[in-house]
């Protein structure tokens, strides 16, 4: 997962509709959803196998590094299970991928015209070049947004940018950029390396991710721990002379095949339409990826086994989709969404629900689609019916970042659940310690089965509010939700001004 996944804290105020009423208007005929929610939420609590399978594949598995040995056993492994599950309908839906590997890489840091050089304990970020040997002044760009580095664009052109991955001592409002972008923003004022600075305690090096595309960028970057940022900084104080720093690196990037894996439950009304239930089943190499994103991946496969279990049968096709390479650039939700563009089917993807590090959801979040509000409030009253303990804490804000993001690029309408972490299992995001202990197999369990309420509501609904969006009005929700400038640093915004 790309962590800079822009929610702001608020709830939104909503006006009050008779429960039944929209039942009424969105089940005739039908089993009432509290009735499903009930069957639902019954067979989760009783026969999940979410935190089991997790915990089998952590073992058996490793890391799920796309374009791997263990990412393609990862395919494998999702295959099966689904297929054990019941489902006739399993695929494979492969595509091209630059796959990258890091080799070896080191950072030392020296004063000007002095041989008293300082080894940093460093990590290579994703899509670094193949090989790198550079040398230059280190620029402090502390927080790296935008006005950060045009403080300093006269003093970066071939200088080496050390820039904080998150926000240290965030100014009021302030929305932390990607690493990715800030990376983009270093290219652009033409530094010559990042050092990132990871702000989580205890000496983590943090992996992911450098570029916007998925293709290899042009400058290497690297992250270092908040404690060696610390003494760099402190250093760099102390020193008359200006910083100097040397990046050497070594990298592999070869064109591999990997594969999505999709499992199909046919729609009894609406077969043509499609309802997407999404999470990236990759990881990154330096652990097992237990929370990123195994918590969302195998709860997937979970609410597939639960619709099974209880033979749900609902208007709407649900395709089950387990991606690859999403932290290598949302690889495998875009080669989704372009295959199909290709085959015209894009229109008939009515929903695309995305689980991305979601554990233990408080809500749901209507994506700035404000005419699916009033559904959703239904759909979680009805859920807070069944298990008061739900928050039922309504959301209405986009983001990026995740393999949602392609399909909300092309105007197909989006939905999440509001889940929180502990922040002792946040520092661990994509770092060393991403493993199964980390999983707390309650809050696990409460992914799965209000993921499949909320999932169950959209596929067997008799209207849904909102459709995919024209060009022009996918242009203007992304600026209303305040998504350009990310995007245009990515160089993402096709649109002309």
């Known amino acids: 997962m790309h962590r800079t996944f822009y929610v702001p804290s608020f709830r939104l105020v909503l006006f009050s509709i008779g429960t039944a009423g929209l039942l009424t208007a969105f089940y005739p005929n039908k089993l009432s959803l509290e009735k499903a929610f009930k069957r639902i939420n019954d067979e989760v609590q009783q026969h999940s196998r979410a935190y089991e399978t997790l915990s089998e594949a952590s073992q058996r598995l490793g890391h799920r590094l796309t374009g791997s040995p263990n990412g393609t056993r990862a395919e494998s492994y999702a295959f099966d299970l689904l297929s ?85 001592a965030p100014t009021k409002g302030a929305r932390n950029l990607h690493r990715s972008e800030k990376t983009a923003l270093a290219i652009q004022h033409g530094a010559s390396g990042v050092i990132m600075v990871n702000l989580v305690p205890g000496n983590v090096l943090l992996t992911g991710t450098a570029s916007v595309t998925g293709k290899l960028i042009s400058i290497p970057s690297v992250c270092i721990s908040l404690e060696s940022g610390q003494a ?50 990759d990881s990154w190499d330096l652990a097992t990826g237990a929370i990123d994103n195994g918590i969302g991946s195998f709860a997937i496969m979970d609410i597939a086994r639960t619709f099974k279990t209880l033979k749900l049968k609902p208007k709407r096709t649900i395709e089950f989709v387990l991606f690859m ?35 233990d959801p408080t809500g749901l979040n209507a994506f700035g689609r404000s005419d699916m509000v009033s559904f959703l409030n239904t759909v979680g009253e009805t859920m807070k019916q069944v298990e008061p303990t739900f928050g039922n804490q309504m959301q209405n804000q986009a983001g990026l970042h995740s393999d949602h993001q392609p399909f909300m690029l092309e105007g197909v309408p989006v939905v999440g659940m509001n889940g929180h972490l502990a922040k002792d299992v946040l520092d661990c995001y994509h770092a060393n310690c991403d493993r199964i202990n980390l999983v707390n197999a309650d809050q696990l369990k409460n992914t799965v089965r209000y993921s499949t309420m909320l999932l169950y509501a959209l596929a067997d609904a008799d209207a849904i509010p909102t459709r995919r969006q024209t060009d022009t009005q996918t242009r203007d929700y992304l600026v209303a939700q305040g998504l350009r400038t990310p995007l245009q640093i990515a160089n993402e915004w096709r649109w002309k001004e």
Do not use: C
């Not at 999709?262 to 499609?274: M, N, Q, R, V």
């Open 325 to 359: 390479g999403e932290e290598q650039g949302l690889l495998g939700s875009r080669a989704m969404v372009e295959n199909l563009k290709k085959a015209g089917q894009l229109d008939k993807v009515r929903y695309m629900m995305n689980l991305d590090m979601t554990n």
């Open 84 to 168: 054990s599950y019941g489902f006739k309908e399993v695929r494979y839906e492969p595509f091209e991928v630059e796959a990258w590997q890091r080799d070896t890489v080191t950072l030392s840091v020296v004063p000007d015209r002095s041989d008293n050089f300082r080894e940093v304990p460093v990590v290579a970020l994703a899509h670094s070049p193949v090989e790198s040997h550079v040398k230059g002044e280190i620029v402090d760009v502390g927080n790296g947004l935008e006005g950060d580095f045009a403080a300093v664009k006269d003093k970066l052109k071939g200088k080496i940018a050390l820039v904080n991955i998150g926000l240290a």
């Open 232 to 281: 760099l900084r402190a250093w760099m104080q102390e020193e008359p002379s200006k910083m100097q720093a040397v990046i050497d690196m070594t990298n592999t990037s070869r064109k591999i095949r990997a594969r999505n894996v999709i499992a199909t439950l046919k729609g009894s009304k609406y077969p043509d339409e499609k309802i997407i239930v999404g999470g990236h089943l």
